[in-house]
């Protein structure tokens, strides 16, 4: 008997560096630093890929997108996470709700929020009300505290359709 419900969890951390955009669930930030990484380094949108991915089954996100194929240089996640959404529909599911939990010492995150669920919401196909994006900071603890990378985990479900 196959369960008709399929919970994903995903993770992601990148290195802060300086002459880079920042990027955080698809929403580009004024900042004078950004990620380190071999597409935009969304951290965010990376996290959520990797939930659900794994929510299906399937492979993590270095699978699909490999730091080694030129094809994925500067890409943007949004991209990636629309081609999940299609390797997971390809597999008979469809998204019921996601929840993410993003860890920044810094930029402020709050003001973008809205716009960083709209455009999950535009990849993903859920509606705003099935998005959950948090923010906070690291309280000064540790790397991400000290603002030297950015953090971020994800849950999803998928249903059987
Ligand atoms: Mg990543």
Not at 44 to 72: E, K, R, S, V, Y
């Amino acid at each position: 008997m196959s369960p008709s419900l399929r919970i994903g969890h995903g993770y992601d951390i990148h290195r802060v560096v300086p002459g880079r955009p920042l990027v955080l669930g698809g929403v580009r930030f004024a900042a004078d630093f950004g990620l380190e990484g071999h597409s935009d380094a969304d951290c965010l949108t990376h996290a959520i890929c990797d939930a659900f991915l794994g929510a299906a089954g399937l492979p993590d996100i270095g699978h699909f997108f490999p730091n080694t194929d030129p094809a994925w240089k500067d890409a943007d996640s949004q991209d990636l996470l629309r081609r999940v959404m299609d390797e997971v529909a390809a597999r008979g599911f469809a998204p019921v709700n996601l929840d993410a939990t993003l860890i920044a010492q810094k930029p402020k995150i709050a003001p973008q929020l809205a716009a960083i669920k709209a455009a999950l919401a535009r990849a993903t196909g859920l509606g705003v009300e099935a998005i959950g994006v948090k923010a906070t900071t690291n309280e000064g603890i540790g790397d991400i505290g000290r603002g030297a990378a950015i953090a971020a985990y994800a849950v999803v479900l998928l249903a059987a359709r």
